[in-house]
């Protein structure tokens, strides 16, 4: 049995994500995947993203994973990363794109008006960096994190969830946004963890031996 399946529908940061999971895992067995069978036969699942989100969703329907992802969603430990994340709600305004509607509420983007410090500097969109996270609620995946720790980001948009309950972590650009969720057996974070250093793998390193309760 595979112990952690990375999904692979033509899109994402695949073998980097696999890299830091092999990291912190070492003993596991981790597999880049696009066999349906594959991918359910694992014990956690991994859905990275990046790039556009009428690509991805494009992308993930013509692999015909889209139900595999949902199923994988459903019954066992998933992570999401960046257009992971994004894509666990019902629409984006990116496209505008129909997602996967497995979380209630909408992905954003930042507004130009948003983008002024109280100095009147002017930040940039999309948001690339490292930005300190705060932890809105306890899990079992923020555990040896410090609130407050800095992770890496590259996005412009962002999700707006329906309900407050399923944020685990925000930060600000420059005013607050959500960056984490959290729902049972649900994780998905807007930052990248494998690309966040020390952090990045603990929280990683969490996600491998996650049960899916929070």
Known sequence: MTDIAVVDYGMGNLR??????????PERSIVISAEPSVILAAARVVLPGQSAMPDCIGCLNASGLRDVVLEAARTRPFLGICLGLQMLFETSEEGPTQCLAVLPGRVV???????????????????????PVRQTKAHPLWAGIADGTRFYFAHSYHPQPDDPGAIAGTTDYPLPFTCAVARANIFATQFHPEKSQRAGLQL???????????
């Open 109 to 131: 983007r930042f507004r130009d008006a948003d983008m002024k410090l109280p100095s009147q500097e002017r930040l940039k969109v999309p948001h690339m960096g490292w930005s």
């Open 16 to 25: 980097s994500v696999a890299k830091a999971l092999a990291h912190v895992a």
């Open 204 to 214: 990683l390193a969490n996600f491998v031996v996650w049960d899916g309760s929070d």
